[in-house]
């Protein structure tokens, strides 16, 4: 059972196109991270959200946490081939701090 | 930068062999995470340890994995005997805990099990 579903799974969209990656649970989160994979390393943390309603932003990334504190949004304006990577969305539940992931968007820019 | 270290970067192994992955978190980080990525199950929660005392193994199966924190400085996880379907890339990640800050991972150990 996934606790943490993420939307698209795969994305290959053009240079300079703007996109937004979804992460929706059931469950609520005392905080939500996301993280960007590259082959052969493991994730690094882009950003963590902990208030629900908040938005952070990271050059041309937009992140949102949901009101509920169940879901989030990231999106990409502009989008580059740098940009190419896993992108994976990972929830903290509250109390117990055990840090679940979902499958991830796997995301292609193309020149 | 303070980086979590994982040895070995590799590891090929024969069916029923014993296998020792190793993780020096980064100094001063109280939280390590085990993860297990494969194509078809993504990142698995293993098992995670708060001040060197294990919280939640649930996600290992118990049979032939164990996850250990024998001092501040290393957490290993060991698979005994090992199996095919245990081939993967292995995560550690260590953080400083609390629901403000993430988390670092290490590169992985890839384990072939052949």
């Known amino acids: 059972t996934q606790l943490l579903e993420q939307s698209p799974q795969f994305l290959s969209i053009q240079e300079g196109e703007n996109l937004t990656v979804y992460c929706n649970s059931s469950?609520?989160?005392?905080?939500l991270q996301w993280y960007r994979q590259e082959p052969g390393e493991g994730p690094v943390l882009l950003v963590t959200?902990?208030?629900?309603?908040e938005v952070k932003k990271l050059k041309r990334l937009t992140f949102q946490f949901g009101d509920a504190r169940k879901d989030s949004s990231l999106h990409i304006t502009a989008a580059q081939p740098g940009d190419t990577g896993l992108y994976l969305c990972a929830g903290l539940y509250q109390g117990a701090q055990k840090l679940v992931f979902g499958q991830g968007t796997r995301l292609t820019i193309n020149p | 930068d303070a980086r979590v270290t994982q040895t070995p970067r590799d590891k090929v192994t024969e069916m029923g062999q014993e296998v020792t992955m190793r993780c020096q978190p980064i100094?001063?980080?109280?939280?390590v995470f085990w993860y297990r990525q494969t194509m078809m199950q993504g990142l698995e929660l293993l098992a995670y340890f708060r001040n060197r005392a294990p919280l939640d193994d649930s996600g290992m199966p118990k049979d032939r994995f164990s996850a250990e924190m024998p001092d501040a400085t290393l957490a290993t996880l060991k698979i005994q005997p090992s199996e095919p379907r245990d081939s993967a890339v292995y995560f550690c990640?260590?953080?400083?805990?609390?629901?403000?800050?993430?988390?670092?991972f290490g590169s992985g150990t890839r384990l072939t099990v052949v």
């Open positions: 469950s609520v989160f005392s905080s």
């Open positions: 959200v902990v208030t629900g309603g």
């Open positions: 100094l001063g980080h109280n939280t």
């Open positions: 990640a260590s953080g400083p805990g609390g629901h403000r800050f993430g988390y670092t």
